[in-house]
C-alpha cells in the first residue's frame, strides 16, 4: 500500500461529500498528519490537518507530473 505524500491527490475514506466529493492536494505532512486544503460546502477554501490513514490516494504526485 502506498503512503501519502506531499502534493498527492486524496479522498478522506469516511466523509465522502468532502470538497464536493473532488480529490483534494496535500499540500504538507508533519508527525502523521497530512494538512489538505479543500472546498468547504459554502464555497470557501479551507486548510485541515488529518491522520495519513484517514486518506485514500487518487492520484500521487507523480502521476500528475
Excluded at 502534493?7 to 483534494?24: C, Q, R, S
Aim: hydrophobic share 35%; net charge negative.
Amino acid at each position: 500500500m502506498e503512503s501519502v505524500q506531499l502534493g498527492d491527490l486524496v479522498k478522506h475514506k469516511t466523509i465522502a461529500w468532502m470538497n464536493d466529493e473532488k480529490p483534494f492536494r496535500v499540500i504538507s505532512i508533519e508527525n502523521g498528519k497530512a494538512t489538505c486544503e479543500y472546498t468547504g460546502r459554502n464555497g470557501m477554501q479551507y486548510f485541515h490537518d488529518f491522520d495519513i490513514d484517514q486518506l485514500k490516494i487518487i492520484k500521487t504526485a507523480s502521476e500528475l507530473t
